[in-house]
């Protein structure tokens, strides 16, 4: 069956980050793929730039900058008369906004779709997974966007429980929001990689990827590793942030300082290299209650997105059981009470001294995402969503 796609977030500025629905236009014959992206976006933190976005058309699948309004707040984003001219024209069959469930962007999508008459089914993605409230006139917001919402798309278990306490009775579908890129992430030996870290054969090495920071658990993990004087492992710290000379100085304290490696800015292309030199790749999240935003307190791991590309790599993954985390690995790797750094170095030693269970956990975990995580998996998922809404 032909159908047309119509799919806007910020998200998609970055080309990278549209290799899934790529591989969606590429599905079957008659599947179209607009992304509509805003014109101009500051995504601030470290790129400290204003982007703009270039129109793309690749036949099926193109990118189609629309002017916006609000440009680095993703609730407050919403697009120019330009959309209604693209939504006319297309008249797409989905629509699916990545903006969360009280974004204005999605409210005005579900407008339009009622105005112009197009009929399609609305649909909007999630990565939320705490409970919060709201107060007026959010309230009413996130209330017309679910009453209105055919179907959802929540990156987390956590996040589709919240919308069923919020009462939304319709379809949610449970999957992240991008795929790993399995040309890049897979497995390869990397001697020259390890030898110019300092790695010697014998050593075995727990690696992280991510930022520093509390509630990713790196203290919790040098805590572990102090536990461990007598095993020959090394730490490799891929990341930067505001924890690194706390972490610095523990691990001066732990005497432990030389058996670590911070690796900082490394290009996204070449990660893969750094993963395929770990033995493990440990994701020790920590849920947090600190964190305060207009409507909810706290912070949990969404999904782990490192954790499938490790395992992409046959590289055995620990990880705690914050949010996402053990759903993500499920049986194919190791997993222990967040904040427990006796558990974190019981996992390592597992690995250590039996090289065959870690083997079996980096197979398994390279079938779990070849099955479910590569974009064409993801893609072929979210058609499958797709084709239950229109034909339900």
């Known amino acids: 069956m032909s159908m047309k796609i119509l799919v806007a977030s910020h ?52 990118i189609v900058p629309i002017s916006n309004f609000s440009q ?51 649909i909007f993605f999630t990565w939320w997974n705490l409970p919060y409230a709201l107060n007026f006139p959010i309230d009413l917001l996130e209330k017309y966007n679910l009453q209105n919402s055919h179907g959802i798309i929540s990156g987390n278990q956590d996040g589709a429980e919240i919308l069923r306490q919020r009462g939304f009775q319709g379809s949610i579908k449970v999957m992240p929001q991008l795929g790993v890129d399995e040309s890049v992430f897979k497995p390869q030996s990397q001697p020259e990689l390890a030898k110019e870290l300092g790695i010697q054969e014998d050593e075995f090495v727990v690696g992280f990827v991510g930022r520093f920071v509390q509630e990713k658990g790196l203290l919790t993990l040098l805590e572990a590793l102090a536990l461990l004087p007598d095993k020959p492992w090394k730490l490799l710290l891929l990341g930067r942030g505001a924890l690194k000379s706390e972490l610095i100085n523990k691990a001066t304290e732990k005497k432990i300082k030389d058996k670590i490696i911070f690796r900082e800015s490394v290009p996204h292309d070449q990660v893969a290299q750094y993963i395929n030199v770990m033995n493990t790749l440990v994701l020790p999240s ?107």
Not at 29 to 55: A, C, L, M, S
Not at 91 to 119: C, D, F, H, W
Not at 345 to 360: G, H, M, R
């Open 11 to 62: 998200t998609y500025i970055v080309d990278l980050n549209c290799e899934k629905l790529r591989a969606l236009s590429q599905l079957e014959p008659d599947i179209e793929v607009t992304v509509v992206v805003p014109k101009r976006w500051q995504p601030g933190g470290v790129q400290n730039r204003n982007i703009e976005t270039q129109y793309r058309d690749e036949g099926k699948f193109r």
């Open 72 to 122: 680095n707040h993703q609730g407050l984003l919403t697009f120019g008369f330009d959309l209604i001219s693209l939504m006319r024209q297309f008249r797409p069959q989905i629509i699916q906004v990545e903006q969360g469930s009280r974004s204005l962007s999605y409210a005005q999508m579900i407008t339009l779709n009622k105005l112009l008459g197009l009929k399609a089914k609305n």
């Open 286 to 392: 920590e849920t947090s209650y600190k964190f305060k935003t207009i409507s909810s307190v706290g912070w949990k791991e969404q999904f782990g997105h490192v954790l499938i590309e490790a395992m992409a790599c046959q590289v055995p993954v620990i990880g705690s059981n914050s949010g996402e985390i053990p759903h993500v690995i499920e049986n194919a790797g190791l997993i222990f009470p967040e904040g427990d750094a006796k558990a974190i170095a019981d996992c390592i030693v597992q690995l250590i001294e039996k090289p065959d269970l870690a083997q079996n956990l980096g197979e398994m975990g390279y079938q779990k995402v070849m099955a479910q995580y590569t974009n064409k998996a993801l893609a072929k998922q979210q058609l499958e969503f797709y084709q239950e809404l229109v034909n339900g």
